[in-house]
């Protein structure tokens, strides 16, 4: 049997700092090939992506990824939970994959893995800390780190120092944790690995070496700081952003969906804000409140509590954009993904495709568009694919070049065939 | 009892041909006040207005009028037959115009009284002639033509010759016979009046003398050709028209409305598309497809037809950003208007509205905020205020200037009073 390393990705652009943590998996694993599940236009940080989708995916095939599936956008502008979820049961669904390996600030799986653990048993007085921190108002990581506080002095809870969690809640080793609980669940045969993040952290803008954080990777680009990125990422990842950028077709800005956004808020009821994904508790009716504001920055900046967050309230606005209400993504949340979409694939990932062809449970498609026209498809399938298509429809609306903004780039674009320069697979 | 002169009208902008047609009403009737009933912040065209309709209100206070009401957007962003009604409704509502004044290009009421007449009475024949032409794709104005010139040709219809009939209708012969037709239905005791427009044609992008049409001036005010502008548009209303430019309120391009547009089209399914106003047959493939236009200018090109033509789609596509659909503006075309909203009025303007105030049968509105929150208005008054805030709300997101982008500008901004520098009642 050949070794299979799943790896989730943004590649939001591809750094040093995924290189890295590339490098390490193979040493973990000799031989392994690897696979990557990757957001597609719009992140989790309820973002457009820098670059498009396919420039992302060339990047990773270039530094070593042997096929890249695409997270579908239902799952990838989810919190925690329900992207990790999505992920991993893409990753299941190839039926090859036999490693997860994701970078985290631990470091360490032990410290991970009780968490998970102690959190996915439920018990009611973490439960009911959770809630209650919640209600007074916390972000999600800090309920969670106060929570855990809480039952580990009783005693009966974790076997954790006060000073082990603090600062431990950090958005990789929540993440992590999200990985190890969506493991467990799906896919318990799969073994988590874990890599030590390297350098800059999540929120640092500043590099650390040759390593520096995806978000101040970003913003340097768009202050065209370009030192900055050219000492943090690799030459490959490099010459494809700034190819798309060439072209127009990057970097792509927030901003740019303003008008967007602020006209379906002013159009929208607060009824119908209320159905939107992670609304809660009267959000919707600040929602319509703040929905006058002249621009996104100000609207943000009047809807940020410590609760709902910058990429919370992104995310909620990601939702309104495409039209995803609570009812649909329970559905997708319950239902899993319906197939496996291949953004690009290396020499290598050639031969292992006809093994995924063999093993996998859900249907490999390459071009959407007889996929969705199928009598066989479910509308489930079709209606999972319609998302995808339509974020990027969208997404391209926001490209700085106005000749690169037609729709259907979905149904036009081939899938990505690339090769490291340099081999990297020995 | 006093003369009052209703106008229809949308000052888009106010320019020397307005002033014409108002001193010229003033003529026809000497003594009588001038009631101006304009659209708001789109047009029948199905484009925004230059600058918004404050600042239009104030330049035809400025130019004479004595109040000026909002048309409201659901009838002023539909075609000729929807508009003239709404409007004719609106002014009938005050109690107390007894004279309708329009321009036309005919210049006489008896050709286009004529035709009304006919029209109205429907004869089968005609009747059969209109939907066969339409049917074969001409649009409205020529289908009108060929039925008539059908119709007169057998000798059984209309005592026009086709020398006529040849190049009679134009759009603002269309819009009078349509408001002969209104006011036949409607308000049959007010008495209508028809000037000769001078100068410059609908179409014509020239100017004639001082005379140019107001999408001749609007074309030099974006091509920054201002000689043209100074010549054609009266001191009053291009002082105001300029000092809204010089606020990055104006003057506002339907490009800037591009990116919404396009994102509506792309997340709206066919069935949803074909419940639009103006659309029939198959329209909404068409639509779809389009909707993967880079850019507005190519969306039209696409879509334009004999029938569907550019104003026509403009029209859907405002209907589109409104969330305006065939039921709710059959609704509203059938209840009429629910309200006077009064954008503005002059010192001479105060007296009248004292009269207006006994005889209306329509309640008069200066704040939106407590008309929509009142519990004794019905919740049809409160949709139809509803589409006019949401138009504001959508259109300022077009202003040149970031900061003047904020919602809710139907509630801030107080009713225009404003007088002619120079009296002109007299």
Chains 1, 2 share one sequence.
Not at 25 to 41: D, F, K, Q, T, W
Not at 337 to 353: A, C, Q, T, V, W
Not at 358 to 370: D, E, G, I, S, W
Request: aromatic fraction near 8%; glycine fraction near 8%; proline fraction near 6%.
């Amino acid at each position: 049997m050949v070794d299979v390393i799943g790896v989730v990705v943004e590649y939001n652009p591809f750094h040093n700092g995924h290189l890295y943590h590339l490098t390490k998996a193979r040493e973990e694993v000799p031989g392994a090939h690897l696979i990557g599940v990757m957001s597609g236009n719009w992140t989790q940080r309820g973002e457009p992506a820098l670059i498009n989708k396919w420039a992302r995916a060339e990047a990773a095939l270039q530094s070593g990824i042997d096929i890249i599936f695409e997270l579908p956008v239902v799952y990838a502008v989810q919190s925690a939970e329900g992207f990790a979820r999505g992920a991993v049961k893409t990753l299941e669904a190839t039926g090859i994959v036999n490693y997860l390996c994701f970078g985290s600030e631990a470091g360490q799986l032990e410290p991970l893995q009780t968490i998970a653990s102690y959190m996915e048993a439920e018990p009611p007085l973490f439960k009911k800390e959770l809630q209650l921190s919640l209600k007074k108002g916390l972000s999600y990581p800090a309920a969670l780190h106060r929570a855990l506080s809480t039952v580990s002095r009783t005693g009966k809870g974790l076997p954790f120092s006060a000073e082990v969690l603090e600062n431990f809640f950090t958005p990789n080793n929540i993440l992590a944790i999200e990985y190890l609980k969506a493991v467990k669940k799906i896919s318990p045969e799969m073994v988590p690995l874990t890599i030590k993040r390297r350098g800059a952290g999540f929120h640092d803008l500043q590099a650390s070496g040759d390593i520096a954080s995806a978000t101040g990777i970003r913003r340097a680009l768009f202050k065209k700081e370009l030192g900055l990125v050219n000492k943090t990422v690799p030459g490959a990842s490099r010459e494809i952003l700034y190819k798309e950028i060439a072209a127009g077709k990057g970097p792509v800005h927030e901003e740019k969906y303003a008008d967007v956004i602020l006209s379906l808020l002013r159009r929208s009821s607060p009824e119908k804000l209320a159905t939107l994904p992670e609304v809660i508790e009267g959000m919707e009716s600040r929602l319509k409140k703040a929905a006058s504001s002249p621009d996104l920055h100000t609207l943000i900046k009047e809807l940020k509590t410590r609760r709902y967050t910058r990429t919370r309230l992104q995310r909620i606005l990601i939702y309104l954009l495409l039209s995803l209400n609570k009812e649909t993504l329970s559905y997708f949340n319950e239902a899993g993904p319906h197939y496996l979409r291949i953004l690009g694939f290396s020499s290598r990932g050639k031969e292992l495709l006809h093994r995924i062809k063999t093993h996998a449970f859900l249907p490999l498609v390459t071009r959407p568009a007889p996929f969705i026209k199928d009598p066989l498809i479910s509308p489930g399938a079709k209606q999972m694919m319609h998302y995808d298509i339509l974020a990027t429809d969208l997404y391209v609306l926001g490209y700085p070049n106005p000749d690169q903004r037609a729709g259907g780039e979905d149904f036009r674009h081939p899938v990505v065939k690339s090769d490291p320069a340099v081999s990297m697979q020995e």
